[in-house]
């Protein structure tokens, strides 16, 4: 027999709108929500008190690697082990409300998907990239490793000439990925490239955004420097991943183009914490950190007055400071930086479920979508640290956090 469950809380986020709802009910059958309103009845009420009730969370750019240090990303431990530990993270992300992630690069993620979807292990919806497409010496080669053992990766696939780059994608989507992930420019992580240097030429981006989309598949570009992204983004790639130093040109050609922008912005904090405190990472690293963080602020607010969409994505991947479960820091850390809290919202939930083409199913608190749904201690509109004090999850109509009572 289908049980019909309310949930009643003292707000309702509105995310179009922008307002919190007040005497507003959400009613959910099987998977879906299928009504809200005032006075609504079900075979079971669940009491919420005074929190707030959100649509489930977005992460659309994380790496589910199961590393837990620094010195790791040179030299792993055992698979097995690293696979362990991401399912172990997939159970903590979903309890801290994020219901639908995106993984944007690894080989792990493919596996993770089916074992969530199958109901082996608890997780959110995983879209994954796979391994990530890179010239050669580019931000996702290895650097550290002898060349033809860096093309032997699974978690890369170093490619250089358009044909080459087609192939790619078609490999890339042989292995089972959702999108297909590039770099467009070096990064900040990678020694021996920076930030600031443009990746592939125009031709290579073109061929793969093509194949990409020819095959039913967004591409999402690692583009940190102007020159990168608007390589990218004149090629027709969907998101910009990180775009650190954006100026008009970058700014205008996405908003012409709808490019979606995931601004990666926490990671100015993790920048910030490990300029000034002594964290293992090498002084290369840390000179560009710098640079980076400087230019990321305006960044993040020239995008947002321009109207470009913002989705959030963390960028954890399982070390200190960057750890799943903590992946509510992106929101607030735009908020903190300067962007309007529902913006934020926004990014966290509608924008980023637009993304991944779930609008229609998710992202907001209506009738017809799935009751992927969060509550939360206190109202995130005025005080957006609210989204770390999460109480009660559901995804898909099945509780994962117990609602706690109300004090």
Same mark, same amino acid.
């Given at each position: 027999?289908?049980?019909?469950?309310?949930?009643?809380?003292?707000?309702?986020? $509105?995310?179009?709108?922008?307002?919190?709802?007040?005497?507003?009910?959400?009613?959910?059958?099987?998977?879906?929500?299928?009504?809200?309103?005032? $006075?609504?009845?079900?075979?079971?009420?669940?009491?919420?008190?005074?929190?707030?009730?959100?649509?489930?969370?977005?992460?659309?750019?994380?790496?589910?690697?199961?590393?837990?240090?620094?010195?790791?990303?040179?030299?792993?431990?055992?698979?097995?082990?690293?696979?362990?530990?991401?399912?172990? $993270?997939?159970?903590?992300?979903?309890?801290?409300?994020?219901?639908?992630?995106?993984?944007?690069?690894?080989?792990?993620?493919?596996?993770?998907?089916?074992?969530?979807?199958?109901?082996?292990?608890?997780?959110?919806?995983?879209?994954?990239?796979?391994?990530?497409?890179?010239?050669?010496?580019?931000?996702?080669?290895?650097?550290?490793?002898?060349?033809?053992?860096?093309?032997?990766?699974?978690?890369?696939?170093?490619?250089?000439?358009?044909?080459?780059?087609?192939?790619?994608?078609?490999?890339?989507?042989?292995?089972?990925?959702?999108?297909?992930?590039?770099?467009?420019?070096?990064?900040?992580?990678?020694?021996?490239?920076?930030?600031?240097?443009?990746?592939?030429?125009?031709?290579?981006?073109?061929?793969?955004?093509?194949?990409?989309? %020819?095959?039913?598949?967004?591409?999402?570009?690692?583009?940190?420097?102007?020159?990168?992204?608007?390589?990218?983004?004149?090629?027709?790639?969907?998101?910009?991943?990180?775009?650190?130093?954006?100026?008009?040109?970058?700014?205008?050609?996405?908003?012409?183009?709808?490019?979606?922008?995931?601004?990666?912005?926490?990671?100015?904090?993790?920048?910030? %914490?490990?300029?000034?405190?002594?964290?293992?990472?090498?002084?290369?690293?840390?000179?560009?950190?710098?640079?980076?963080?400087?230019?990321?602020?305006?960044?993040?607010?020239?995008?947002?007055?321009?109207?470009?969409?913002?989705?959030?994505?963390?960028?954890?991947?399982?070390?200190?400071?960057?750890?799943?479960?903590?992946?509510?820091?992106?929101?607030?850390?735009?908020?903190?930086?300067?962007?309007?809290?529902?913006?934020?919202?926004?990014?966290?939930?509608?924008?980023?479920?637009?993304?991944?083409?779930?609008?229609?199913?998710?992202?907001?608190?209506?009738?017809?979508?799935?009751?992927?749904?969060?509550?939360?201690?206190?109202?995130?509109?005025?005080?957006?640290?609210?989204?770390?004090?999460?109480?009660?999850?559901?995804?898909?109509?099945?509780?994962? %956090?117990?609602?706690?009572?109300?004090?």
């Amino acid at each position: 027999m289908t049980v019909t469950t309310v949930l009643r809380a003292a707000r309702v986020l $509105d995310v179009p709108a922008g307002t919190m709802l007040t005497g507003v009910e959400v009613k959910v059958r099987d998977d879906m929500i299928v009504e809200v309103g005032p $006075d609504l009845t079900g075979d079971l009420v669940v009491d919420l008190g005074d929190r707030t009730l959100l649509p489930g969370f977005f992460d659309v750019h994380l790496h589910l690697t199961g590393v837990r240090a620094h010195a790791e990303e040179i030299r792993a431990p055992e698979t097995d082990i690293l696979a362990v530990r991401a399912a172990r $993270d997939c159970e903590t992300l979903l309890a801290a409300g994020f219901t639908t992630v995106r993984d944007c690069g690894g080989v792990t993620a493919l596996h993770l998907r089916t074992l969530i979807a199958e109901g082996t292990i608890r997780g959110p919806r995983i879209f994954a990239a796979g391994p990530v497409l890179c010239q050669t010496g580019g931000h996702a080669d290895q650097h550290h490793l002898p060349p033809a053992e860096a093309r032997r990766s699974r978690e890369s696939l170093i490619v250089d000439g358009p044909w080459a780059c087609r192939a790619a994608v078609r490999e890339a989507v042989r292995m089972g990925a959702d999108f297909i992930k590039i770099c467009t420019t070096g990064g900040v992580s990678s020694e021996r490239d920076h930030p600031k240097d443009a990746h592939y030429t125009a031709e290579e981006v073109e061929a793969i955004v093509d194949e990409a989309h %020819r095959l039913g598949r967004k591409v999402a570009s690692h583009a940190q420097g102007r020159n990168g992204v608007l390589t990218a983004v004149r090629a027709g790639v969907d998101s910009i991943e990180h775009g650190y130093f954006l100026d008009e040109e970058c700014v205008t050609e996405m908003a012409t183009r709808g490019t979606v922008y995931v601004p990666t912005f926490d990671l100015k904090t993790f920048f910030e %914490r490990t300029v000034t405190t002594d964290h293992g990472l090498p002084e290369w690293r840390v000179i560009k950190q710098r640079e980076a963080m400087t230019a990321m602020r305006e960044s993040l607010l020239l995008a947002h007055r321009t109207g470009i969409q913002i989705a959030t994505g963390s960028d954890y991947y399982g070390v200190p400071l960057r750890a799943h479960g903590n992946n509510a820091d992106e929101p607030i850390a735009m908020v903190r930086d300067g962007l309007p809290p529902i913006e934020a919202l926004r990014a966290l939930t509608v924008n980023s479920a637009r993304l991944l083409d779930l609008d229609d199913l998710t992202g907001t608190i209506a009738a017809g979508k799935w009751a992927d749904l969060v509550a939360v201690d206190g109202d995130p509109l005025t005080d957006i640290e609210a989204l770390r004090r999460v109480a009660f999850v559901m995804q898909a109509g099945i509780p994962i %956090r117990e609602p706690a009572r109300a004090a």
